[in-house]
């Protein structure tokens, strides 16, 4: 039975998983396979991921291939309580509401988990983590899983260099038909409308400092300067610090940027980017807000630390007046993943890319994981080339394809 904050929401949230869906041409092709051949007849899968609209049709084309689907969230602040209502009166079971306590939101995944799940889609490895631990005994079943996100994926990997990793997963987050489109056009704008729907400002001409230049960092500095911004890069790998520098991005440390920049976004995966030694240089008003899965990016306690008086000052905005000088520094969302816990996360077209490759590597677990070692895998190339081939005939367009002869010379050249 679902745990949600309030069941009358559903009609709302109904609303928001059609609008959804009716963008999602790619899940629907796959949905198709799916329903025909039942691909996952007799199975569980536990999610655990932001429960919101797109991710309600992922849940929903699962179970039309015959899975028994048990959801949580992944992030207290980006879960939707109406999604959430709206997907348990689909069926699906719900265990998840916007801003449960520490305790609360363990106690979702460890319901979530109480399918005994043949299959796990994870969103920063917090299922995962359970399994591994106090939790052993619900992944009895367990055959492998999926992970979205680059912190997910760090984590597994350091699970299976430590030889701990117990089970066969995907680094769905590593494919080009999530990594290419998710990370780098849909973290870029759905980073920029949660800014400027939250704090109604200007961008043009302001500093914006980009902290992190992988594929999520690319994206923001990308629509940042497009924005008409003075785009800032800080970055600790020299070959991405040099890349920035080549698209015309300014580039320096923090330390040095934090006295110039009047938007600050954490995007790299790392804790501590932004600290009091940051704060205590930084101009009145600045605003701080934080892109990477976790809200360890910036130092809420430094910031606690340093002020004097903390309060709303926009919904979404918490106001941090520094002590001896009456600045004010502005976090939104608690520096937690500000686009989709200040906004409505991705695109709906970029998450279906996503989402139809998390649908069809979650198919290739079911059929090839128990005959796979406990490793992190990346996702099979046929998967990125039918996702991407979906979408192509979606959008009404043809590519050219090599003859015989032409791929005979790029085998021998």
């Not at 609008?19 to 799916?34: G, H, N, Q, T």
């Not at 106090?134 to 299976?160: F, K, W």
């Not at 320096?252 to 804790?271: C, H, K, L, N, Q």
């Not at 918490?318 to 939104?332: E, F, H, K, Q, S």
């Amino acid at each position: 039975m679902s745990i949600v904050r309030n069941e009358n929401l559903a009609d709302a949230g109904r609303l928001k998983i059609d609008w959804a869906r009716s963008y999602m041409p790619v899940l629907k092709e796959i949905e198709k396979d799916f329903k025909k051949e039942k691909s996952f007849q007799g199975m569980s899968i536990a999610m655990s991921i932001h429960l919101e609209a797109k991710t309600a049709n992922l849940a929903l084309t699962l179970r039309e291939g015959g899975a028994d689907v048990r959801v949580t969230g992944c992030n207290v602040l980006s879960t939707q309580d109406d999604v959430c209502a709206g997907l348990a009166s689909h069926g699906i079971e719900v265990f998840a509401w916007r801003g449960a306590t520490q305790e609360e939101y363990e106690s979702h995944l460890i319901e979530t988990l109480k399918g005994h799940p043949h299959l796990i889609l994870d969103d920063g490895g917090d299922l995962m983590s359970l399994i591994h631990g106090d939790y052993a005994g619900l992944g009895d079943r367990l055959i492998g899983g999926t992970e979205e996100t680059t912190t997910g994926v760090h984590r597994l990997r350091l699970r299976e260099k430590s030889g701990q990793l117990r089970f066969p997963m995907i680094a769905v987050n590593d494919a080009n038909c999530k990594h290419l489109f998710d990370n780098r056009y849909g973290t870029g704008q759905s980073t920029w409308s949660a800014i400027l729907h939250t704090t109604n400002l200007l961008i043009a001409g302001k500093h914006v400092v980009v902290a992190g230049f992988g594929w999520c960092g690319r994206g923001i500095a990308m629509r940042a300067k497009s924005l008409g911004a003075r785009v800032i890069v800080t970055e600790v790998d020299p070959v991405k610090a040099l890349e920035a520098y080549m698209e015309g991005y300014d580039v320096m440390s923090m330390d040095e940027a934090a006295a110039i920049g009047d938007i600050f976004i954490t995007v790299s995966g790392v804790t501590d980017i932004i600290t009091g030694r940051h704060m205590k240089k930084m101009k009145d008003g600045a605003v701080l807000c934080n892109a990477g899965h976790f809200d360890k990016e910036i130092s809420k306690p430094d910031l606690e630390a340093l002020s004097d008086e903390v309060c709303v000052r926009r919904p979404e905005i918490a106001g941090y007046r520094m002590r001896g000088d009456g600045r004010w520094l502005n976090l939104i969302a608690e520096g937690r993943l500000v686009n989709i816990a200040a906004d409505n996360g991705h695109p709906i077209e970029i998450m279906d890319l996503s989402f139809g490759v998390q649908a069809q590597a979650l198919k290739y677990m079911a059929q090839h994981g128990k005959e796979l070692k406990p490793q992190v895998y990346p996702a099979p190339a046929e998967i990125d080339e039918a996702v991407a081939s979906f979408k192509l005939k979606s959008l009404g367009i043809s590519i050219s394809k090599l003859t015989d002869e032409q791929k005979l010379y790029i085998e021998t050249f």
